[in-house]
Structures are given as structure tokens and as C-alpha cells.
């Protein structure tokens, strides 16, 4: 059975950063692109970014590919997103979602605020 | 970036009832769009890939049609269950639709 398990959220201040993790199971995560797709409170979705399954190539949505970065430990079946300069606009929670975003975590609540 | 204007933004129906909920994309995507059902505090599920296609194990009443800029969801006789809200998300830039609240009249 596919899993995805993220962790890393929290409540954070505005201008820090934050590393947020998925861990994954149940299928071959070095086979596999990553994604890392965020939900507002609003519920709006918005795709962050993706990355390929050997790690050598990204894809950032254009308004978030300055302060976010995706890597991956593909001997850990981790997936990673660094977070850094955050804003209160980015309080959302933040999944991992795989093979054509058929599988979704359960999601990571991430609140910026003072 | 490809825009993707869905509505209704939110739609009552009764059970049993067929419901449709559309997004129209700003450009032709090509049959690149999947549909999401989303239940209150759970990860979204997918339910329709490539514009049609029933991903597994999803039942059959609903369906995905459209091409080109137009597409939709539809549900047939509408079960308790199928209360949640329904986003598309278009396979270019991967943007998503606002979102359809549906809830049981």
C-alpha cells in the first residue's frame, strides 16, 4: 500500500525558514517524479513544485521557485521541501503527492504568524 | 500560465440527482485534466485523469468529459457519500480550479 507521511509543520515566524518532510512506502520511490502541491485555509490548491525521480531536475511554480527548494534522499524514500523567507500568504497545509497525483499525504499544517 | 475557471462554486442537489460541475481552461489543454474529491479534513482523491478516465477503484456514476478549453464532472444519482468539495487541475502548469462545494439539499 502506498504511503506518503509528511512532517516539518508547525507554527513559524515570518522571514524564517522551515524544512518540510515526506516519507514515503509501499512503492519503488526512486521510480517515481514527486510533487509537493499546498492547500490555504481558503482552500484554494496550488502546485509548488516537482522533482524527477533521480533528483537531477526541478519544476517550481514561478511565484514560489525563489524561496522554495525540492530534493530528495532517494535512499531514505524521503522527499524534502525548504522553505525559507517565509510569509504569512504561504500558511497553508502542505502535501506530497505521487504517480500522476493518484497518492496524496495526509498533509502538514504550516501557520506563519508572529 | 493557463487559467482554470470551474464552476458552480458551490451546488445543492438531492440524492439520486445527476450534478455537473465544469472548468473551463484560458487555452486548450488537450485532454490534460484530472478532477479531485476532497472530503472535509482528509487529502484530495483522485477520481478522473486524462479527462476521462475513471482512476481505479472509483466508482462508475461518476464521469469525465470535455475537450479542448471545456470539461466536466458528473455525477450520477448522487449518494450521501459523494458530499465533499471537487477541484480540477489542468496537466500543463498544474493549476487547479477554485473548488466545488457540494453539499446534499
Known amino acids: 500500500e502506498v504511503q506518503l507521511v509528511e512532517s516539518g509543520g508547525g507554527l513559524v515566524q515570518p522571514g524564517a525558514s522551515l524544512k518540510l518532510s515526506c516519507v514515503a512506502s509501499g512503492f519503488t520511490f526512486s521510480d517515481y517524479w514527486m510533487s509537493w502541491v499546498r492547500q490555504t485555509p481558503g482552500k484554494t490548491m496550488e502546485w509548488i513544485g516537482d522533482i524527477k525521480y533521480d533528483g537531477s531536475y526541478t519544476n517550481y511554480a514561478p511565484s514560489l521557485k525563489n524561496r522554495f527548494t525540492i530534493s530528495r534522499d532517494n535512499a531514505k524514500s524521503t522527499l524534502y521541501l525548504q522553505m525559507s523567507n517565509v510569509r504569512s500568504e504561504d500558511t497553508a497545509t502542505y502535501y506530497c503527492?505521487?504517480?500522476?497525483?493518484?497518492?496524496w499525504g495526509q498533509g502538514t499544517l504550516v501557520t506563519v504568524s508572529s | 500560465d493557463i487559467q482554470m475557471t470551474q464552476s458552480p462554486a458551490s451546488l445543492s442537489a438531492s440524492l439520486g440527482e445527476t450534478v455537473t460541475i465544469e472548468c473551463r481552461a484560458s487555452?486548450?489543454?488537450?485532454?490534460?485534466l484530472a478532477w479531485y474529491q476532497q472530503k472535509p479534513g482528509k487529502s484530495p482523491q483522485l477520481l478522473i485523469y486524462?479527462?476521462?478516465s475513471l482512476h481505479t477503484g472509483v466508482p462508475s456514476r461518476f464521469s469525465g468529459s470535455g475537450s479542448g478549453t471545456q470539461y466536466s464532472l458528473k455525477i450520477n444519482s448522487l449518494q450521501s457519500e459523494d458530499v465533499a468539495s471537487y477541484f480540477c487541475q489542468q496537466y500543463y502548469d498544474y493549476t487547479f480550479g477554485a473548488g466545488t462545494k457540494l453539499e446534499l439539499k
Open positions: 503527492t505521487t504517480i500522476s497525483f493518484a497518492y
Open positions: 487555452e486548450d489543454i488537450y485532454n490534460g
Open positions: 486524462n479527462a476521462n
